[in-house]
């Protein structure tokens, strides 16, 4: 089949389980429209410096099931620079790729919305981070395996809890979203979850009340409560609780295991199937867009919009977690 396209590659920021799926669809649904397929290492790092090589069916083979990238990441405050850039966009001309595929968060999608802006490279977004923080798609590459890495996590947690009567405070990531924390509370059956979206879910004396009614009136054996990074700390809010409840509490910091081990089937069919449409989105001429999903459809969001555009809340799922938490 003729070539018709010189397609890169990157992954970018914080590593999520199912990007290696991810590079597999693109680099082998590149290979089977007859494109050649690049793949760039360490992210932005490497498409400055010209880090990469060739990309063949086998270099995928036997990835889908790994966590990680196995082209590399990195966070590169230098590509905010236009002056920075260029450096990257002579490579690219000298390489004649004239499509770049970048799977990565928000701060790597906002890299590549800049190459949109300043070259005539075809470029296209793929959303993977853990905290499911992006908007135009319903759910981002990790979150799935994230959840249910916490999950685990959280159930071998309740069980000692239970065996002591403790409360116990698990912090989960999620700087500025909480969205990782609100489904680990409800999947594990937590009695409180606090986020950054709510600003009430941080009164710790209000917690504390609850949860004295809980083990104490309702003689509940245990507590558990998750928290966002980015709406308390495990630690401080552990200790606080055991001055208001005179209950014995621990704090867990579940820390970058979230971000490991081998990704769900959700994902890598996610992964997958946003990875060979970005390669057809390529092929339709469509630039400056990341790929998502959408009602389980893939769908094409115009990257000025996913930037501008806080990804939305689960309340519904927030709500439910209080009802059930009595």
């Avoid at 760039?40 to 889908?64: E, W």
């Avoid at 990257?88 to 590549?112: H, K, M, P, R, T």
């Avoid at 300043?118 to 590459?141: L, M, Q, R």
Wanted: charged share 20%.
């Amino acid at each position: 089949m003729e070539c018709k396209r010189h397609i890169a590659v990157l992954t970018s920021g914080g590593d999520s389980p199912g990007m290696n799926a991810c590079l597999r669809a693109i680099t082998r649904g590149s290979l089977y429209r007859g494109c050649r397929v690049t793949g760039i290492i360490d992210g932005y790092q490497g498409l400055l410096t010209g880090n990469a090589f060739p990309l063949t069916s086998r270099h995928v083979g036997g990835i889908i099931d790994h966590g990680g990238t196995f082209l590399g990441t990195s966070r590169c405050p230098e590509f905010k620079k236009s002056s920075t850039r260029r450096r990257g966009y002579l490579w690219l001309e000298e390489q004649e790729i004239d499509a770049l595929v970048v799977i990565g968060g928000n701060g790597s999608l906002a890299g590549v919305h800049d190459i949109a802006l300043e070259t005539d490279i075809k470029v296209i977004g793929v959303p993977a981070s853990i905290d499911n923080d992006i908007y135009g798609t319903d759910n981002s590459i990790g979150f799935d395996t994230a959840v249910n890495n916490a999950l685990d996590l959280v159930d071998k947690l309740r069980q000692t809890a239970d065996s002591h009567h403790r409360i116990f405070v698990v912090e989960v990531m999620g700087r500025d979203s909480g969205a990782l924390a609100v489904e680990v509370a409800l999947a594990g059956g937590a009695e409180a979850v606090l986020v950054p979206e709510v600003p009430g879910s941080h009164d710790i004396r209000t917690l504390a009340e609850k949860l004295s009614v809980n083990l104490r009136i309702s003689k509940k054996k245990s507590a558990v409560v998750i928290c966002a990074e980015g709406a308390a700390h495990a630690v401080p809010v552990a200790r606080r609780l055991e001055e208001l409840t005179q209950l014995e509490c621990r704090a867990t910091v579940l820390g970058h295991v979230q971000r490991g081990g081998s990704p769900t089937s959700y994902d890598r069919n996610l992964a997958s199937r946003l990875g060979s449409g970005a390669v057809c989105g390529i092929e339709e001429g469509l630039t400056d867009v990341m790929i998502g999903l959408q009602s389980n459809q893939r769908h094409f969001t115009p990257l000025e919009k996913v930037l501008a555009t806080e990804h939305s809340f689960n309340h519904e799922e927030y709500d439910l977690l209080t009802q059930l938490s009595i």
